[in-house]
C-alpha cells in the first residue's frame, strides 16, 4: 500500500510539471494517467526481466525513482488555480462527467455482482471476460502472461501489460483474486480520471488567450467556447459509448492515450526543457500503450513517428536535431514491428461486406475531422497530420489486413483519428454558426427560404447525431437489455474450490458454450471455447463441442488433454462419467478429475 502511495505523490508532482493546467479536473485526471503508466512500467519491467524478484521491493524502488524525478523539477511546477476563471472551466468538465456518469450507472448496475448472482449482459461475456481472465491468470504468473487460458494453455497472441499491472495493484492492495466485487467502482473511476483529459487536449490545442479583454475565436464570451468544447466531447464520447462506459482493455487505456496525444501536440510547438519534458513523457506513453494493445498502442506509435517525420522535414531545426529525430523515428518503426509479430500481416487489397458498415457508421463524422485537419495543416501542423494519417491507417487495415478480427476493428483507427482531431473542429464549427445566424436570421429573407433553410440545419444535425444514437442505443442493447447469463453462489462454490485445487499448468474441460465462466473467476486455462476469438477453432474445438453433444469417442479424445471435467446441470447427462472420480459436486456444478 506505501509503495502506491509513492507512486500517488510523484504523479500529482508530474501533472505539475509537464501542463500549466487551468482546470483541475484535468490537473487530478493526469495525476491519474501518470499514476496508472508508472505503476505498468514498473509492473512490465518487474515481469519481463525481473521475475524472481520481490516483487514488493521491486515498485518500491520504482516508486522512489518515479517520485525522486518529479520532485527534482520542482521548479517546473504549477498550480491548476494560477489563472482566474479556472472554477468556471472546471464547471462543463464536471457537467461531461457527470452526464457520462449517469450514462454508466445503468450499465453497472445490470452486470457484476448483484446480490449474490454475477451477471454478464452482451459484452461482458466477451471483452470483460477476456480482460478479467487475463487478470485473474496474471495472479498465478510470475512474468507476463503468455500461456492462454481459452485455448488450453497455447500461444497468446495477445498483449497482457495491463492485465499483469492490475494484477499487481490488487496485490499490493491486498485484494488478490476478491477485485471482481470491485468492476463498478473500477468503471466510475476509470471515468473520472479519463473524460477530464479531453480537455486537456482543448487547453494544450486551443489555450484561452490571457488578456480577459481579447475576444477568443473572435466569440465574445468564454461561456460559448466552454460549451462547444464540452457538446464536441460528448459528441466524441457518444459515437463510441462503449469505450467509456464498461470495464474492458482499451477503455483503461483511453486516458493514456488522450495525455500521449497532449503531450505529443505540446512538444511540437515547445522548446528547451518542456521539449525535452513532453517528448519523453509522450514517449513513454506510447511505448506502454504499444505494449498493452494492438490498436490504441499502434495510433500512440504511429504519434511518435508523425513527430519524427515533421522534424525531420523542418528546416528550421538544427541538422543535429533533424539526425535525432531521423533515428527515432527509425526506432518507432523498428518498435511497430517487433510489437506486431504474430498478430497481424497484410497481403492483397480486398473488400470486408461484414465490416463495411462500421467503417461507414465511423467514417461519418471522420469525415469532418479530415476536412478540418486539410484546412488546418499550417496552423495546426501536428495535429492535423496526425488525424490524416492515423485515419489513412484505418483504411489500409480495412483493405489490406488478412485476418478478419482485425479488418472488423479497422473501424477503431478511424475513430482514434477522431479524436486526435477532434480539436481542429472548434473554429470551423463557430465558423459555421456564425455562417447560419448571418443567413438566417441577419439577412432579410422570404419566410419560405428561412423555414427550409432552418429544416436544412435540423437535418444536417440529425444526420450528423445518428451515428450517437446507433452507439449509445447498441451499448445499451448489448450491457443493460440483451438475455443475461446469471453465475449463482452454487456454481461459483465450485469454481473457487477449481481455483484453489487446479494449478496454472492445468487444463479445464467444461462446455465450449457461454457463459465462459472458468477463466472468468479463476484464470485457469479451458481447453476450447466454441466461436471465441481468442480460442484456436481447430479440431481440439470440434471435438470439444461434439463431445458436449453426447459423443463418446470425442469425449475419450478431449479426456486426455485435460486435468478436470466440470459439468452442470445441462451437460451431466450426456457424459460417461462412470470411470471418473468425482472430486467436488454443488447443486449446479460437478467437478471430475479425469487422470
Not at 58 to 87: D, E, H
Request: charged share 15%; net charge neutral.
Amino acid at each position: 500500500m506505501f509503495e502506491l502511495i509513492i507512486f500517488a505523490a510523484a504523479a500529482l508532482f508530474g501533472s505539475g510539471v509537464l501542463f500549466a493546467h487551468t482546470r483541475i479536473l484535468t490537473y487530478i485526471a493526469l495525476a491519474g494517467a501518470l499514476f496508472q503508466a508508472q505503476i505498468m512500467a514498473a509492473s512490465f519491467i518487474a515481469r519481463a526481466y525481473l521475475p524472481t524478484q520481490d516483487r514488493d521491493s521491486v515498485f518500491l524502488v520504482a516508486g522512489i525513482i518515479f517520485l525522486t524525478i518529479w520532485a527534482s523539477l520542482y521548479k517546473q511546477w504549477t498550480s491548476p488555480y494560477k489563472t482566474p476563471g479556472s472554477g468556471m472551466r472546471d464547471a462543463f468538465v464536471g457537467i461531461v462527467l457527470l452526464l457520462v456518469l449517469a450514462g454508466a450507472y445503468p450499465i453497472v448496475k445490470s452486470n457484476g455482482f448483484i446480490g449474490e448472482e454475477f451477471v454478464l449482459h452482451g459484452f461482458y461475456n466477451g471483452d470483460v471476460v477476456t480482460f478479467a481472465s487475463l487478470i485473474q491468470k496474471s495472479f498465478d504468473t510470475t512474468g507476463l502472461v503468455t500461456q492462454n487460458p481459452f485455448s488450453g494453455n497455447g500461444s497468446l497472441e495477445y498483449p497482457t501489460v495491463l492485465h499483469g499491472t492490475f494484477a499487481d495493484f490488487f496485490t499490493l492492495l491486498g485484494i488478490g483474486k476478491d477485485w471482481l466485487y470491485y468492476l463498478g467502482i473500477m468503471t466510475y473511476a476509470g471515468i473520472f480520471f479519463t473524460i477530464p483529459l479531453f480537455f486537456l487536449l482543448w487547453d494544450t490545442i486551443w489555450p484561452q488567450p490571457a488578456n480577459p479583454a481579447e475576444r477568443w475565436f473572435g466569440v465574445p464570451s468564454r461561456v460559448y467556447i466552454y460549451a462547444l468544447q464540452a457538446l464536441l466531447t460528448l459528441f466524441a464520447i457518444g459515437i463510441s459509448f462503449d469505450s467509456f462506459t464498461y470495464p474492458q482493455s482499451h477503455f483503461f487505456l483511453m486516458g493514456l492515450e488522450l495525455a500521449a496525444i497532449a503531450l505529443f501536440a505540446r512538444s511540437a510547438v515547445a522548446i528547451g526543457t518542456t521539449q525535452i519534458l513532453s517528448i519523453t513523457t509522450a514517449g513513454i506513453l506510447a511505448a506502454i500503450l504499444l505494449l498493452s494493445n494492438s490498436v490504441t498502442g499502434t495510433v500512440a506509435a504511429a504519434l511518435a513517428g508523425i513527430l519524427c517525420f515533421i522534424r525531420v522535414f523542418d528546416k528550421k531545426r538544427s541538422v543535429r536535431e533533424r539526425a535525432i529525430f531521423l533515428a527515432l523515428g527509425f526506432c518507432v518503426l523498428i518498435a511497430i514491428k517487433a510489437a506486431a509479430v504474430g498478430r497481424t500481416e497484410l497481403n492483397n487489397p480486398h473488400f470486408s461486406v461484414s465490416s463495411a458498415g462500421e467503417m461507414i457508421r465511423a467514417g461519418l463524422p471522420v469525415f469532418a475531422v479530415l476536412l478540418a485537419s486539410i484546412f488546418s495543416l499550417s496552423r495546426k501542423q501536428y495535429i492535423a497530420i496526425a488525424s490524416l494519417l492515423v485515419g489513412v491507417l484505418g483504411f489500409v487495415t480495412f483493405a489490406l489486413s488478412s485476418r478478419a478480427i482485425v479488418t472488423e476493428n479497422a473501424s477503431r483507427f478511424l475513430y482514434h483519428s477522431f479524436l486526435i482531431g477532434l480539436p481542429l473542429l472548434l473554429p470551423f464549427i463557430i465558423q459555421a454558426i456564425y455562417s447560419i445566424r448571418r443567413e438566417l436570421m441577419l439577412t432579410l429573407r422570404p419566410l419560405s427560404e428561412v423555414i427550409a433553410g432552418w429544416i436544412g440545419v435540423v437535418c444536417i444535425l440529425g444526420i450528423l447525431v445518428l451515428p450517437v444514437g446507433i452507439s449509445v442505443g447498441s451499448t445499451y442493447l448489448s450491457l443493460v437489455k440483451s438475455e443475461p447469463y446469471r453465475i449463482n453462489l452454487a456454481t461459483r462454490t465450485a469454481l473457487w474450490w477449481l481455483g484453489d485445487h487446479a494449478t496454472p499448468q492445468d487444463v479445464i474441460i467444461t462446455s465450449p458454450e457461454a457463459p465462459y465462466i472458468v477463466p472468468l473467476f479463476t484464470g485457469v486455462s479451458v481447453l476450447r471455447l466454441h466461436d471465441y476469438w481468442l480460442s484456436a477453432q481447430d479440431e481440439t474445438m470440434n471435438d470439444t463441442v461434439t463431445a458436449f453433444s453426447g459423443d463418446k469417442d470425442a469425449q475419450e479424445r478431449v479426456m486426455q488433454q485435460g486435468k478436470y471435467l466440470v459439468l452442470n446441470a445441462a451437460n451431466k447427462d450426456s457424459w460417461d462419467t462412470s470411470k471418473l472420480k468425482k472430486v467436488f459436486e454443488a447443486p449446479d456444478a460437478i467437478v471430475y478429475n479425469t487422470q
